[in-house]
């Protein structure tokens, strides 16, 4: 069966980074896009970054734009999303997921996802 597995999230310090990283199995991973999303409490979950199937295409929620990189390795079924510059408005449950063929801004449409993992952005 298809199983999507996040690693652990952490705790840094505003200004800080973290690298986290997804690993899927139990489908041909090359033609699915990749997404990470996020959800605070008491907010929406919301798209963070997604990239294409190649991983040469990719997108970012604005405030992700220039501080966020998502990236793929097709060869290893491993998503990465290196997070440079945190905030603490970036604390909130991580989570990858996976949609078959193209990206999309909405959540719903993803059909499998990891567990989601915690990230804390605080001095």
């Known amino acids: 069966q298809v199983q999507v597995v996040e690693s652990a999230g952490g705790l840094a310090q505003p200004g800080g980074s973290l690298r986290l990283s997804c690993t899927a199995s139990?489908?041909?991973?090359?033609?699915?896009?990749m997404g990470w999303f996020r959800q605070a409490p008491g907010k929406e979950r919301e798209v963070v970054s997604c990239?294409?199937?190649?991983?040469?295409?990719?997108a970012y929620l604005d405030s992700a734009k220039g501080r966020f990189t998502i990236s793929r390795d097709n060869a290893k079924n491993t998503l990465y999303l290196q997070m440079n510059s945190l905030k603490p408005e970036d604390t909130a449950m991580y989570y990858c997921?996976?949609?078959?063929?193209?990206?999309?801004?909405?959540?719903?449409?993803?059909?499998?996802w990891g567990q989601g993992t915690q990230v804390t952005v605080s001095s």
């Open positions: 997921a996976a949609r078959y063929a193209y990206c999309s801004a909405s959540w719903s449409v993803f059909g499998y």
């Open positions: 139990g489908l041909p991973y090359a033609t699915y896009a």
């Open positions: 990239i294409s199937r190649s991983g040469t295409e990719a």
